[in-house]
């Protein structure tokens, strides 16, 4: 059986977030699995599945190129420009 | 519901740089996600400790699966129900997080069936009362609590994620117990002599769970600096030992062992010895109900082939008709 990625969301408003994976013959399947293993507890009140082979991640190797050039570029935040007291926040 | 025995794994030549960089990492309380490099011992050492973890919650379900049918009110059939439903959920949670490894579900059960795979050491225990529901969820779940604590740490992310799901799940399975304990206690003599008897078989065992003493367990040290483990197997007994006395004195059940006595001095209770050669028997297999917890589960496993061969077959049909 393929594997399915399981995304629950908590409560309307939030994101539908990662929980964990199952197997499943086929979407329908797995959201009925997905039901049973990860909310038993009104933990959700929405799931997607996704098919696991259906993903594509960036790489871990290549992190540094990927994510490290966001790291100097402090003028994207604000606390990069003073502000005069008197202005105090902004 | 826990996991047992881990043993070294011993790895190859692995380039030194990586090694020493997978550490820093580790001392730095980074989280190792499955597609990041990590040492070949470090990933054969979680898939034996989870998938064990694995193994132990899916076997777990036996003890207690037994009473359902018998429990004595339809309120403790309905928890019982959910609390053995649970157990399946933990190792769906835990066989998961180990898949992301490398090893397939289908391995880990061949392994599970074919003896190669252990899994925990009590439950291999007879349950013959009502009251061992009680002892099991009170002792076994409290224990695996103090185990699995720690492991929401775990330097691996999704084990440490399925163990923090787990731990919030497993606090009622020791309330649940504690509560048929209680009922028990405080009922009439023929039921506090059940309590208390189903207290005397459990209470070694599950002093047992947490491991081999610190001295007999060859493997811990590289665990503790993989941050796989956080703490030793007898700092977590006697953490278990001193939780759960007063909850005994509170039933006004006897703990069974007459050298049990707290020790002012070192703030803790000091206790007799555990007979370790009941332990090895039992892992190596010739525990009371060994034989049949396998068998039970090369049943579950046979008599469900026709599911699992219908599902390929529909998933095949689902494909063609696309």
Known sequence: MK??????????GLNH?????????DPQMALQNARDVYTRREEGVSIWVVEAAAITASNPEQSEAWFDPAADKIYRHPTFYPLDEEVDNM | MYSQGLQDAKGGQEPEGLLKAFQKRIDNEEKIEPRDWMPEAYRKTLIRQMSQ????????????????TRAPTLKRKM???????????HGLYIYSATETLGISRDEMTRQLLSGEAKYSSIFNYPTPSWADMGAIGWLVDGAAIMNQVPLCRASYGPYARSMVRICKEESFHQRQGYDIMTVLARGSRAQKKMAQDALNRFWWPALMMFGPSDKDSTHSAQSMQWKIKRFS???LRQKFI????????????TIPDKDLKWN???GHYDF??????????????NGPCNKQRLAARQKAHDEGEWVRKAAEIYQQNQQDTV
Do not use: C, M
């Open chain 1, 17 to 25: 977030r990662h929980v964990g994976s199952l197997h499943a013959a």
């Open chain 2, 242 to 253: 001193d939780a759960t006395v007063p909850q005994a004195e509170h039933l006004g059940l």
């Open chain 2, 79 to 89: 928890i019982l129900l959910a609390k053995v439903q649970d157990e399946a959920g």
């Open chain 2, 264 to 266: 002012e001095e070192r």
């Open chain 2, 272 to 285: 007799g010895e555990i007979d370790w050669q009941e332990f090895i028997q039992v892992i190596k297999g």
């Open chain 2, 233 to 235: 197997n007898d700092d």
């Open chain 2, 53 to 68: 973890h694995a193994h132990s919650e899916i076997v777990g379900q036996l003890p207690e699966g037994n009473w359902i």
């Open chain 1, 3 to 12: 594997l399915y990625e399981i995304f629950i969301r908590a409560k309307s």
